[in-house]
């Protein structure tokens, strides 16, 4: 199953004023902070979304997810929900400790597609979910829509 859906919506589009792309947030580029065990994929993903103008980070678990915010203070976070040291499960949680205006916008991307896998992706906080394996463009199309 597919659902780029959100789960739910409460955040406001801002466009780019030089192209049709959206990738700005209150006149600063959004950044996008990227946690997957697959390097390939994450690392693949990173030059796609560079490419179109966004400010990325890649990690490689959800602990590296989590430190990583600290400094790289991302606008959105695209998570695996498999991962070693802490799940994206996890790692969603720890994120929605912050308070609503820091949040980021939280994506799951993951194999395990099927309603209970978006029933707990959004028990764990997550805004958006994916399943893999997710088209760029439908990557691209949800984050021009944030």
Do not use: C
């Amino acid at each position: 199953m597919r659902a780029s859906e959100p789960i739910y919506t409460d955040h406001s589009l801002l466009m780019s004023p030089d192209d049709d792309r959206v990738t700005h947030f209150g006149g600063r580029t959004k950044r996008v902070l990227i946690a997957d065990d697959n390097r390939d994929w994450a690392d693949g993903l990173a030059v796609l979304l560079e490419e179109q103008g966004y400010t990325v980070q890649t990690t490689y678990d959800g602990r590296e997810a989590i430190e990583a915010a600290r400094t790289f203070h991302p606008d959105i976070v695209v998570l695996d929900i498999r991962m070693p040291r802490l799940t994206g499960y996890e790692a969603a949680r720890v994120f929605n400790r912050h308070p609503q205006s820091t949040r980021p916008i939280l994506i799951a991307i993951t194999a395990w597609a099927g309603e209970s896998g978006k029933l707990r992706a959004e028990m764990s906080g997550f805004d958006y979910y994916l399943a893999k394996p997710a088209e760029p463009a439908e990557i691209l199309e949800l984050l021009k829509n944030l």
